[in-house]
């Protein structure tokens, strides 16, 4: 069974500083995709960053990169220059080739402090 | 686009009362997903559908909640009688199985209050 693991339930960083989520993964698909959503208080769902696994570049989306590693079956989210409204929820999912659906982790709460 | 709906925003019930949850998925989607978020269970997964057919509802609570897709642009989350260990926010997401794989879209939820 396809599992998702993140093992930081919460994480705290300065306003403009960087922090990392951690994600790690297990999946015996070949062809896959890995997402992190981010839940703010308002409750809805936002995909942030989208990875395919046959892609070895890290995805990046303005100041939200990943740190792929596929063989280690990790998959990281950075957050740089960090702000008060990336303050939330971060889940991290993985899609498997069969099947219909998400396997998303527990979640990281994410707070910035000013 | 608008993305996908659900209705209502808010609900506050009486336990033992018949609630039922709606949802409006991306047109064209194929994939309907109902999820349930509490504080002390996280995200779970509840049903999902595959072209209106329900493909896995192994998370389904118990017999008291059923879900339907009649077509493709509806969805119901039927719960009765509820109770208060119901309360919850319930989402529904939809998807389209073609690469980037999976990728839900997710509505806004229903936050349920059973008293």
């Known amino acids: 069974a396809q599992t998702v693991t993140q093992s930081q339930p919460e994480m705290s960083v300065q306003e403009a500083e960087t922090v990392t989520l951690s994600c790690t993964y297990d999946?015996?698909?070949?062809?896959?995709?890995l997402f992190w959503y981010k839940q703010p208080p308002s409750r809805q769902m936002i995909l942030v960053i989208r990875?395919?696994?046959?892609?070895?570049q890290n995805a990046t989306e303005n100041r939200f990169s990943v740190n792929f590693q596929k063989a280690a079956k990790s998959f990281s989210l950075k957050i740089s220059d960090s702000q008060l409204g990336d303050a939330a929820m971060y889940f991290c999912?993985?899609?498997?080739?069969?099947?219909?659906?998400?396997?998303f982790g527990k979640g990281t709460k994410l707070s910035v402090k000013p | 686009d608008a993305g996908v709906i659900q209705s209502p925003r808010h609900e506050v019930t009486e336990m033992g009362q018949e609630v039922t949850l709606r949802c409006k998925p991306i047109?064209?989607?194929?994939?309907l997903f109902w999820y349930r978020q509490t504080m002390m269970r996280g995200l779970e997964l509840l049903i999902y559908?595959?072209?209106?057919?329900?493909?896995?509802d192994s998370g389904m609570p118990e017999d008291r909640f059923s879900a339907k897709m009649p077509n493709a642009s509806f969805s119901t989350l039927k719960i009765q009688p509820s109770e208060p260990r119901d309360s919850a926010v319930y989402f529904c997401?939809?998807?389209?199985?073609?690469?980037?794989?999976?990728?839900?879209?997710f509505g806004p939820g229903t936050r349920l209050t059973v008293l």
């Open positions: 999912a993985s899609s498997g080739g069969s099947q219909g659906n998400l396997i």
């Open positions: 559908f595959n072209n209106n057919v329900p493909i896995d």
């Open positions: 990875q395919e696994a046959y892609k070895q």
């Open positions: 047109s064209g989607h194929d994939y």
């Open positions: 997401a939809s998807s389209l199985r073609r690469r980037p794989y999976n990728e839900q879209f």
């Open positions: 999946t015996s698909e070949s062809d896959y995709y």
